[in-house]
């Protein structure tokens, strides 16, 4: 259990069977009145959004999560086969559960995976990928970094924009949170 005084952002409770995240919190202490605290609330499997007001000091069930390392192995068919790199337990995943980073995914990738009460929450992939390129328009003698950008295909067949200089067989860095292009490796 865990005290209404003691949200802070990114704190997971339990509400009505499912998993909350506190997005922002404000403590009031009005003149006339018991003290209160208004939150906003996430609910982690849905991603909807809430908000809520609780008696300062009022108990709710804190979420235990359980968090690992696992690493990507291979795919049969539509699921995503991980081991746990700790007990070498597999784990099958669907690209659902995966969320849109999926397109970023390649065999041998260790990532984060979430857990509440045995059910998968969230897949964390690294905040930046390294892969090939597969597919692009040819560069042009004279394109520079600041000319602008073009689509590229990868090999995990993600779509990226990248600089107008970049060919296909390079190998490029980029960021899985917002999808771009951060450089070559």
Known sequence: ??????????????????????????????GKGAAFVRTKLKNVQSGSVVERTFRAGETVPQAILEKSVMQHTYRDGEQYVFMDMETYDEAQLSA?????QVKYLKEEMEVTVL????????????????????E?????????????????????????????FISIGERIKIDTRNDSYLGRE
């Not at 560069?139 to 107008?164: F, I």
Request: net charge negative; charged share 20%.
């Open 96 to 100: 659902e559960q995966i969320g849109t």
């Open 1 to 30: 259990m865990i005290s209404s005084n003691d949200f802070r952002t990114g704190t997971s409770i339990e509400l009505d069977g499912s998993v909350w995240r506190v997005v922002e919190f404000l403590h009031v202490k009005p």
């Open 136 to 164: 692009t328009d040819p560069g042009v003698k004279g394109d520079t970094a600041t000319g602008g950008t073009k689509p590229a295909k990868v090999e995990t067949g993600a779509q990226v924009m990248v600089p107008l």
């Open 115 to 134: 857990r509440w009460n045995g059910q998968v929450l969230e897949v964390d992939l690294p905040n930046s990928v390294v892969l090939e390129v597969t």
